[in-house]
């Protein structure tokens, strides 16, 4: 559903294949927030001095470090929530399933 929603509205193709396969991503604020994001999730919210302040140098603010937690936030209990109940991805989303490297 989320690459789904990244090609409808903003997303070219080089854009999506970098956040699939993890690679640094060619627009600079775009990378900022993506390195941030992945930081937040590698120190379950315990990022560092340093990492939030490249965050903010970047031109993001200390409310945009929040909908940054919000958006983990929610994407793990959807993720939970649907790995608990076994579900399946609806017909329409299907042609943009995908299982990341390592099948996490």
Avoid: C, K
Wanted: hydrophobic residues 50%; glycine residues 6%; proline residues 6%.
């Amino acid at each position: 559903m989320h690459s789904a929603i990244l090609t409808r509205t903003v997303a070219d193709a080089p854009l999506l294949a970098a956040l699939r396969a993890q690679t640094p991503l060619a627009a600079p604020s775009l990378e900022v927030l993506r390195t941030f994001t992945r930081a937040l999730l590698a120190s379950h919210g315990g990022v560092s001095d340093a990492e939030l302040e490249a965050f903010l140098a970047a031109g993001f603010t200390r409310q945009q470090a929040l909908d940054v937690v919000l958006g983990v936030g929610m994407y793990t209990l959807s993720t939970s929530a649907n790995r608990l109940t076994r579900a399946t991805v609806d017909a329409p989303f299907a042609p943009f399933a995908w299982t990341p490297a390592g099948g996490q």
